[in-house]
C-alpha cells in the first residue's frame, strides 16, 4: 500500500485565521459545558455511595458517628450553578455554601467566600452531573469522591 502524503504551505495570512478558528472552538465548548451545568443539582445518595472506595466504606462501617455525619451532610445536599456565575450549595444538615463559579473545559473552579478554590472534573451523561476530583497528588481525599447529581 502506498501512502502518498501532501504539504500544503501555510502562509502567514492563513496562520491567524486558523489560530482564531481553533480559539473558537475551544471557547464554543467552554460556554457549551457551562450552559449544560446551569440549574439546581440534587445529591443522588445511592449511587453516590455505592461508588465509594473500598477503605472509605470499611471506615464509615466501623465508625458509626462519621458514618451519621456524613449522611447528615450528604443526604438531601443541594447545588446550584447560576447563569450569572454564582453558585450555592445546601447540605442536608442545612448548613449553606455560597460562591462563584467557572468553567475550564472539563474543569469546574468554585471560590467560594472565603476565597478558598475547589476544583472538580465534571461530566454530564443523561441528565446525571458528576463531579470529581482532580487526580493531583495535593488534592485531599475524600470520603465520596465521586458525587452524583440529578437535575432539579
Known amino acids: 500500500m502506498k501512502i502518498i502524503t501532501r504539504y500544503i504551505p501555510i502562509t502567514n495570512g492563513l496562520l491567524p485565521i486558523m489560530a482564531i478558528f481553533l480559539l473558537t472552538i475551544n471557547v464554543s465548548q467552554a460556554q457549551g459545558n457551562a450552559e449544560r451545568l446551569i440549574g439546581s443539582w440534587q445529591f443522588s445518595t445511592e ?28 443526604i438531601g445536599k443541594t ?5 450569572d456565575g454564582s453558585y450555592a450549595q445546601v447540605l442536608g444538615n442545612g448548613q449553606k455554601a455560597s460562591g462563584k463559579w467557572a468553567v475550564d473545559k472539563n474543569m469546574v473552579r468554585i471560590t467560594v467566600a472565603d476565597g478558598s478554590a475547589f476544583y472538580f472534573r465534571f461530566q454530564i451523561v443523561r441528565g446525571t452531573l458528576l463531579l470529581r476530583p482532580p487526580n493531583t497528588e495535593k488534592t485531599a481525599q475524600s470520603i465520596v469522591p465521586d458525587q452524583y447529581f440529578t437535575k432539579i
Open 79 to 83: 447545588i446550584a450553578f447560576m447563569p
Open 47 to 74: 449511587t453516590s455511595f455505592s461508588k465509594m472506595n473500598q477503605n472509605a466504606a470499611e471506615r464509615m462501617g466501623r465508625d458509626t458517628e462519621l458514618q451519621q455525619k456524613i449522611r447528615a451532610a450528604y
